[in-house]
Every structure is written in structure tokens, then in C-alpha cells.
């Protein structure tokens, strides 16, 4: 193919992602000098049409950034009163306790947000600072310089030809180059993960560990509504099959976040993340609280659960990983957007000193140093153990040892040093004929519904005419290897019914309905193979979530 012609634009710093993370570098380069040129790329439509979290924020992050919040009319409008925590059975619950809980695990002072509002408030505070924003805008490759260093990114390419060559109505997009660029993607980012290998990040850690959540949201009868109520459940329906558990968020307008996470180094393939959520809301407790209710939004996304030991290097020649791209969430608390700010803010400190001292296209070592050393290194190591202990004893005795663990680290030490992840995701998936299938009751159409119904609540859209992104290494794997082994997962792990398995005449074959993607990234991480790649579509494609 002949060289592609593109035009590009000099800044100070590219960031890629409008997260809280990108927005955070973004906000903080600005107040830090007004000089500095600053462009933010986000995939999604609008600022937050692509941002799914719980989601409870800890205002750690904000306060940092920006003290006078309140003053400014961010949309932390319903502070947490009430803290809740079941383990379910099938019929029944038990209250746990909040006074042996360790004290991080406390969610007095912290927010139910939607984190679409709160990003798309950042955005208006980073664009009054004088950040150029552009939405619609997907990276989806990056530009090296001559010494093998991060020079920029190619956003902006549209109408590719549906085999993925430039065709006459082809837009070859531009270059963006900055003196760093930060990518601020979120859990399994495409352009990270090319960063990550390139430069060999994530020698000598853990591998990354992740979960997939899926959340509703639900406008409920304003009688059983309780605004500021936050609930979480371990056990029932998931039982030993897989980590994970519920989340139940009463926020304003009598709304409620209804939301189910599976780890995914779960070991039988018959597993249907999915369909565990749609069984969820069948739980006494849960039925009787969404009775008469409706459902106006799903969504779902990977979330990033190595934590501490996970963590790549942070940093390589002219870039830097932020906030959940490098895997910033502490999972026990299930949060990763204060940390994911605090990064941001690191980064862009790091960028400001680097930049007046004239460097460029260097390692920002000051910004690795502030994240493990400071507030986000803090968070994490605290609760490192708690996810290795769950994958190695299961719920029961991972409570127990790793609320010990918490509170002693609380303290300053640790019975257990740090604790290894053992496999990634993908390798943990064992052989079909070793496990069970499980019979999942159909959704009724009223709590609980079938996975391509739900999916339209997800408004996502992708231009048929366009190239599938969702690309496969060999796409003779799926029908020749992962359906005798595995019974082709895909067709289960994805929470929006991408992969199918479509018998013809002439056999099975493999369908990738990439329409239906939610850009969650499960299908990145967890197949067995691993032979499925995530690619950007092109920008403003993918969901267009309202208040997630
Ligand atoms: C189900 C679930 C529940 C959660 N609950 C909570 C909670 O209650 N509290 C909490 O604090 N945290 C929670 N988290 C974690 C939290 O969502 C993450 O820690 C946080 O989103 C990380 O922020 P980020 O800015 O790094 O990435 P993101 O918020 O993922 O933002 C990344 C942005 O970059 C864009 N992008 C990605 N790639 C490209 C590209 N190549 N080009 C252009 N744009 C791109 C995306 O569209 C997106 O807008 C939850 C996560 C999940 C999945």
C-alpha cells in the first residue's frame, strides 16, 4: 500500500481517552500554564458517551484538582448514607456487619455519581481553560520517531473500505504530535497495550487481572427508593463457579445503578457472565426493590482488578500510561476513578516540569515515582492480597484472611508480603468436558432480559459498511479449536452477543456481529486462544450511554 499522506498538528500534549484520567492531565496542564497547548482525543460521540463506571466516587481525586468543586457545580449531587453488605443463598441474605470492615472499605463521604455527568462537567472546565476537545475521534495508531520513542497518534480516520484498505470516500485522519503523549484509554486500551509490549512494561510484574461489569440502569418505584443507599453482594447466583458480586446504588430522580461484576479467570467455559446478572435480579431482595420499576440503560465494560503488583512500568520514550490503561483500581473497594484523577494530575505535573526544563520525548520518571510512592501507590498495596486470595481460596476464606490482611496493612505490615495472580485470564479457562454447562433460566421480560434486547438499551451504533474491528489472528481458531475445547466462549463471555456460532450446511462457522460491541474489551482478555484483538472502529461509533 502507497504511504498515507497525512497532515499534523504540534502540541505539547496528546492525550487519548476523555476519562477522568485524560481529563485530569488535561485540567491540570492547563493551570499549571495557560501557554501550554493541550489536545484531548475521545472516541465516543460526546465527553461520556463511553464511560461506564458503578459508580461510588471517592472525591480524593477532585479535591486535588479541583478544591472549589462544589462551588463549580460538579455533579456530585447524592452523598452515600448508607452502606450495605449481603452474602446472598439462592433465597436468602445475610447482613455483614460494617464494624469489622476495614476502614477503607467505609463509603461515608463518598458520592453516587454518574461518571458520564462527572466527565462531561470536567470536559467543560478543561475547555474554559483553553484544552481543545474532540470528540468523535478515535486513535488508532501511533506515530514513532526516529529513535523508537512515542511521537503522536493518528486520530481521525474514516469511511475505511469494509476489507479495512482506503477506498476513494476514505478520510486518512491526521497526526497529532506532542512532546508526550498520555494514554488515558481506560482498562485494555488498544494503543496501551501496543505500548506496553513495544517497550516491554510490564516485565517483572504480575500479569493484569481483570473482571467484566455490566450495569442497568432502573427508575423504581419512588416508595422503595432511598436516595444515597449504597448495597453490595457477594455469593448467590455466582456460588464457587467465579469471583465476583453486585452492586446496588440509589441515585437521584429515584434511579437506581443495578450492576454485576464477574473476575474473569473464571474456570469453566459454559459460564455466562451475562446471564449471572440477569439471575441476579430474581434474588428476593432485588426483585422486590426493581417490582414495577423499568430499565432505561445497560452497558458493560472490563475493569481492571491486578492492582498493585499488576501495574505495568508507567512509562517509555515520549509516553505515559494514566489512570486504568496502566490498572489503577482498588478492587476490594471496587474504585478506580479517584486514582485514575490523581494520575492524571501526576502526569501532567511531571509534563509541566518536563517541558520548562525544555526535555521532550523522554521518560517522565518523575510521574512513575509519584504514582508508586504517593496517594495511588498508597491505595493500592494496602489491599494487594485480596484478589490473589480470592483466586486461590475462594470467597469465604479470602474475606477473612483478606479483611486481616487490609487491616494489618492498615497498620503498616503484612502476614503475606505480596502475593502473587498465578495465570491471566485467558489461560485460566479450562477444558469444556472437565466442566458442567449450567442451565440459566430465561429472562422473563420484565426483570430480567435476553442479552440482544438489553443491548438496544446500550444505543450503540457501528457502521455496517465499515471494517470489522474486532480482528482475528486466525480465523480458523474459533470453529477448529475453541469450539471442541471450550465450546467457543465467546458466544457467553460477551455481554452484548458479538460472537456467534451459526450452524450452515456446510458445518459451523464463527459470526462476529461487531454492530452489537459495547467496547467492553472482554473478548481482548478473555479468549483462550487469544486470538481475538479489539481495534478502535471509527470515531463516534460504540455505545451512547446517558448517565452511566
Ligand atoms: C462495572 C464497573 C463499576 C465500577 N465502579 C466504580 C466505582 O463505583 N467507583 C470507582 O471509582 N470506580 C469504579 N470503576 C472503575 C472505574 O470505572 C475506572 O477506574 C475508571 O473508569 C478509570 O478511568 P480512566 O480515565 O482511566 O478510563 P475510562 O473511564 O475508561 O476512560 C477512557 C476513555 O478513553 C476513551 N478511549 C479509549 N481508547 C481510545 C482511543 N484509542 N482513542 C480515543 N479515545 C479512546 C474511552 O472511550 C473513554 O472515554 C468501575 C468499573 C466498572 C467496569
Same mark, same amino acid.
Given at each position: 500500500?502507497?504511504?498515507?499522506?497525512?497532515?499534523?498538528?504540534?502540541?505539547?500534549?496528546?492525550?487519548?481517552?476523555?476519562?477522568?484520567?485524560?481529563?485530569?492531565?488535561?485540567?491540570?496542564?492547563?493551570?499549571?500554564?495557560?501557554?501550554?497547548?493541550?489536545?484531548?482525543?475521545?472516541?465516543? +460521540? !460526546?465527553?461520556?458517551?463511553?464511560? @461506564? $463506571?458503578?459508580? &461510588?466516587?471517592?472525591?480524593?481525586? =477532585?479535591? *486535588?484538582?479541583?478544591?472549589?468543586?462544589?462551588?463549580?457545580?460538579?455533579?456530585?449531587?447524592?452523598?452515600?448514607?448508607?452502606?450495605?453488605?449481603?452474602?446472598?443463598?439462592?433465597?436468602?441474605?445475610?447482613?455483614?456487619?460494617?464494624?469489622?470492615?476495614?476502614?477503607?472499605?467505609?463509603?461515608?463521604?463518598?458520592?453516587?455519581?454518574?461518571?458520564?455527568?462527572?466527565?462531561?462537567?470536567?470536559?467543560?472546565?478543561?475547555?474554559?481553560?483553553?484544552?481543545?476537545?474532540?470528540?468523535?475521534?478515535?486513535?488508532?495508531?501511533?506515530?514513532?520517531?526516529?529513535?523508537?520513542?512515542?511521537?503522536?497518534?493518528?486520530?481521525?480516520?474514516?469511511?475505511?473500505?469494509?476489507?479495512?484498505?482506503?477506498?476513494?470516500?476514505?478520510?486518512?485522519?491526521?497526526?497529532?504530535?506532542?512532546?508526550?503523549?498520555?494514554? +488515558? !484509554?481506560?482498562?485494555?486500551?488498544? @494503543? $496501551?497495550?501496543? &505500548?506496553?509490549?513495544?517497550?516491554? =512494561?510490564? *516485565?517483572?510484574?504480575?500479569?493484569?487481572?481483570?473482571?467484566?461489569?455490566?450495569?442497568?440502569?432502573?427508575?423504581?418505584?419512588?416508595?422503595?427508593?432511598?436516595?444515597?443507599?449504597?448495597?453490595?453482594?457477594?455469593?448467590?447466583?455466582?456460588?464457587?463457579?467465579?469471583?465476583?458480586?453486585?452492586?446496588?446504588?440509589?441515585?437521584?430522580?429515584?434511579?437506581?445503578?443495578?450492576?454485576?461484576?464477574?473476575?474473569?479467570?473464571?474456570?469453566?467455559?459454559?459460564?455466562?457472565?451475562?446471564?449471572?446478572?440477569?439471575?441476579?435480579?430474581?434474588?428476593?431482595?432485588?426483585?422486590?426493590?426493581?417490582?414495577?420499576?423499568?430499565?432505561?440503560?445497560?452497558?458493560?465494560?472490563?475493569?481492571?482488578?491486578?492492582?498493585?503488583?499488576?501495574?505495568?512500568?508507567?512509562?517509555?520514550?515520549?509516553?505515559?500510561?494514566?489512570?486504568?490503561?496502566?490498572?489503577?483500581?482498588?478492587?476490594?473497594?471496587?474504585?478506580?476513578?479517584?486514582?485514575?484523577?490523581?494520575?492524571?494530575?501526576?502526569?501532567?505535573?511531571?509534563?509541566?516540569?518536563?517541558?520548562?526544563?525544555?526535555?521532550?520525548?523522554?521518560?517522565?520518571?518523575?510521574?512513575?515515582?509519584?504514582?508508586?510512592?504517593?496517594?495511588?501507590?498508597?491505595?493500592?498495596?494496602?489491599?494487594?492480597?485480596?484478589?490473589?486470595?480470592?483466586?486461590?481460596?475462594?470467597?469465604?476464606?479470602?474475606?477473612?484472611?483478606?479483611?486481616?490482611?487490609?487491616?494489618?496493612?492498615?497498620?503498616?505490615?503484612?502476614?503475606?508480603?505480596?502475593?502473587?495472580?498465578?495465570?491471566?485470564?485467558?489461560?485460566?479457562?479450562?477444558?469444556?468436558?472437565?466442566?458442567?454447562?449450567?442451565?440459566?433460566?430465561?429472562?422473563?421480560?420484565?426483570?430480567?432480559?435476553?442479552?440482544?434486547?438489553?443491548?438496544?438499551?446500550?444505543?450503540?451504533?457501528?457502521?455496517?459498511?465499515?471494517?470489522?474491528?474486532?480482528?482475528?489472528?486466525?480465523?480458523?481458531?474459533?470453529?477448529?479449536?475453541?469450539?471442541?475445547?471450550?465450546?467457543?466462549?465467546?458466544?457467553?463471555?460477551?455481554?452484548?452477543?458479538?460472537?456467534?456460532?451459526?450452524?450452515?450446511?456446510?458445518?459451523?462457522?464463527?459470526?462476529?456481529?461487531?454492530?452489537?460491541?459495547?467496547?467492553?474489551?472482554?473478548?481482548?482478555?478473555?479468549?483462550?486462544?487469544?486470538?481475538?484483538?479489539?481495534?478502535?472502529?471509527?470515531?463516534?461509533?460504540?455505545?451512547?450511554?446517558?448517565?452511566?
Amino acid at each position: 500500500m502507497a504511504e498515507i499522506e497525512r497532515e499534523a498538528m504540534e502540541y505539547d500534549v496528546v492525550i487519548v481517552g476523555a476519562g477522568p484520567a485524560g481529563l485530569s492531565a488535561a485540567i491540570r496542564l492547563k493551570q499549571l500554564d495557560a501557554d501550554l497547548n493541550v489536545v484531548v482525543l475521545e472516541k465516543g +460521540s !460526546e465527553v461520556g458517551a463511553h464511560i @461506564l $463506571s458503578g459508580a &461510588v466516587l471517592d472525591p480524593c481525586g =477532585l479535591d *486535588a484538582l479541583i478544591p472549589d468543586w462544589k462551588e463549580k457545580g460538579a455533579p456530585l449531587n447524592t452523598p452515600v448514607n448508607e452502606d450495605n453488605f449481603y452474602m446472598l443463598g439462592e433465597a436468602g441474605k445475610i447482613r455483614v456487619p460494617n464494624f469489622p470492615m476495614p476502614p477503607l472499605m467505609n463509603n461515608h463521604g463518598n458520592y453516587i455519581v454518574s461518571m458520564g455527568n462527572v466527565c462531561r462537567w470536567m470536559a467543560e472546565q478543561a475547555e474554559e481553560l483553553g484544552v481543545e476537545i474532540f470528540p468523535g475521534m478515535a486513535c488508532s495508531e501511533l506515530v514513532y520517531g526516529d529513535n523508537g520513542e512515542v511521537k503522536g497518534v493518528v486520530a481521525g480516520v474514516f469511511g475505511l473500505e469494509a476489507d479495512g484498505s482506503y477506498g476513494p470516500n476514505t478520510e486518512p485522519g491526521m497526526e497529532l504530535h506532542g512532546k508526550y503523549v498520555f494514554l +488515558s !484509554e481506560g482498562v485494555r486500551g488498544s @494503543l $496501551s497495550k501496543e &505500548v506496553i509490549a513495544k517497550y516491554d =512494561l510490564s *516485565a517483572g510484574k504480575e500479569v493484569q487481572k481483570y473482571g467484566v461489569g455490566m450495569k442497568e440502569i432502573w427508575e423504581i418505584d419512588p416508595a422503595k427508593h432511598k436516595e444515597g443507599t449504597v448495597t453490595h453482594t457477594m455469593g448467590w447466583p455466582l456460588g464457587s463457579n467465579a469471583g465476583g458480586g453486585s452492586f446496588i446504588y440509589h441515585l437521584e430522580n429515584n434511579q437506581v445503578y443495578v450492576g454485576f461484576v464477574v473476575h474473569l479467570n473464571y474456570k469453566n467455559p459454559h459460564l455466562y457472565p451475562y446471564m449471572e446478572f440477569q439471575r441476579f435480579k430474581h434474588h428476593p431482595m432485588v426483585a422486590e426493590l426493581l417490582k414495577g420499576g423499568k430499565r432505561v440503560a445497560y452497558g458493560a465494560r472490563a475493569i481492571t482488578e491486578g492492582g498493585y503488583q499488576s501495574m505495568p512500568k508507567l512509562v517509555a520514550p515520549g509516553v505515559a500510561l494514566l489512570g486504568c490503561s496502566a490498572g489503577m483500581v482498588n478492587v476490594p473497594r471496587i474504585k478506580g476513578n479517584h486514582n485514575a484523577m490523581l494520575s492524571g494530575k501526576a502526569a501532567a505535573e511531571a509534563a509541566f516540569d518536563a517541558i520548562k526544563a525544555e526535555r521532550s520525548r523522554d521518560e517522565l520518571t518523575a510521574y512513575e515515582t509519584d504514582v508508586r510512592d504517593g496517594a495511588i501507590g498508597k491505595d493500592l498495596k494496602k489491599v494487594r492480597n485480596v484478589k490473589p486470595m480470592w483466586s486461590k481460596w475462594g470467597l469465604m476464606p479470602s474475606l477473612a484472611l483478606g479483611g486481616l490482611d487490609m487491616w494489618t496493612n492498615t497498620l503498616g505490615f503484612s502476614l503475606f508480603g505480596t502475593l502473587g495472580h498465578g495465570k491471566n485470564d485467558a489461560d485460566s479457562t479450562e477444558e469444556a468436558s472437565k466442566h458442567k454447562p449450567i442451565d440459566y433460566p430465561k429472562p422473563d421480560g420484565t426483570l430480567s432480559f435476553d442479552r440482544l434486547t438489553n443491548v438496544s438499551f446500550a444505543m450503540t451504533n457501528h457502521e455496517e459498511s465499515q471494517p470489522c474491528h474486532l480482528h482475528l489472528a486466525d480465523p480458523e481458531i474459533p470453529v477448529k479449536v475453541n469450539m471442541p475445547k471450550f465450546d467457543e466462549p465467546a458466544q457467553r463471555y460477551c455481554p452484548a452477543g458479538v460472537y456467534e456460532i451459526v450452524e450452515d450446511e456446510d458445518g459451523p462457522r464463527f459470526v462476529i456481529n461487531f454492530q452489537n460491541c459495547v467496547h467492553c474489551k472482554t473478548c481482548d482478555i478473555k479468549d483462550p486462544s487469544q486470538n481475538i484483538t479489539w481495534t478502535t472502529p471509527q470515531g463516534g461509533d460504540g455505545p451512547n450511554y446517558p448517565n452511566m
